[in-house]
T-cell receptor
Framework: EAQVTQNPRYLITVTGKKLTVTCSQNMNHEYMSWYRQDPGLGLRQIYYSMNVEVTDKGDVPEGYKVSRKEKRNFPLILESPSPNQTSLYFC??????????????FGQGTRLTVV | KQEVTQIPAALSVPEGENLVLNCSFTDSAIYNLQWFRQDPGKGLTSLLLIQSSQREQTSGRLNASLDKSSGRSTLYIAASQPGDSATYLCAPGDYGQNFVFGPGTRLSVLP
């Protein structure tokens, strides 16, 4: 089954304690992306990766890092989490045909609370 | 920068009604537009993908139209059911394969 898998689904942590949210896709997609979703602000892109070892900032990259050492995995790293990073996080993988056929597939989300 | 709005923000209807959800975007230089469904606390499920060269796309009771030049897309839901209750998001896709999401329409279909 084609899917995007995020772990953990729920996480409560303390300010400053480094954490990693993993994302893995089994569709051999080159393009992957991270979003955060906040009430009233909708979904905002954090980082994206167009291929292995190629990453770029989205709209809200501050306080986050990513890496793309292999095609299937795209972890999101919070080196020193702060309460304003409490949010619902989604990983997405894009099926890229020609430009008009790009289609996004999303993971189930990770609800992060930083206290 | 692309900005996306969705009207209405929330909608509550009795079962069986036909519905219209609206999406507007400011930058018409898009390659496609995708409609998603999100259930509370869960991920996004893709409903329909409309290419910029298409006028509409249909899947079951769902029909989405796209007017790229005017920056509008509409999602029609026929014969609504309680199981359709969810938040519906539209997301135009640009050259960089980036999707910009609207704030969503929260739909409640009452039995």
């Amino acid at each position: 089954e084609a899917q995007v898998t995020q772990n953990p689904r729920y996480l409560i942590t303390v300010t400053g304690k480094k954490l990693t949210v993993t994302c893995s896709q089994n569709m051999n997609h080159e393009y992957m992306s991270w979003y955060r979703q906040d009430p009233g602000l909708g979904l905002r892109q954090i980082y994206y990766s167009m291929n292995v070892e190629v990453t770029d900032k989205g709209d809200v990259p501050e306080g986050y890092k990513v890496s793309r050492k292999e095609k299937r995995n795209f972890p999101l790293i919070l080196e020193s989490p702060s309460p304003n990073q409490t949010s619902l996080y989604f990983c997405a993988s894009l099926k890229v045909g020609d430009w008009m056929n790009t289609e996004a597939f999303f993971g189930q989300g990770t609800r992060l609370t930083v206290v | 920068k692309q900005e996306v709005t969705q009207i209405p923000a929330a909608l509550s209807v009795p079962e069986g009604e036909n519905l219209v959800l609206n999406c507007s975007f400011t930058d018409s230089a898009i390659y496609n537009l995708q409609w998603f469904r999100q259930d509370p606390g869960k991920g996004l499920t893709s409903l329909l993908l409309i290419q910029s060269s298409q006028r509409e796309q249909t899947s079951g009771r769902l029909n989405a139209s796209l007017d790229k030049s005017s920056g509008r897309s509409t999602l029609y839901i026929a014969a609504s059911q309680p199981g359709d209750s969810a938040t519906y998001l539209c997301a135009p896709g640009d050259y960089g394969q980036n999707f910009v999401f609207g704030p969503g329409t929260r739909l409640s279909v009452l039995p």
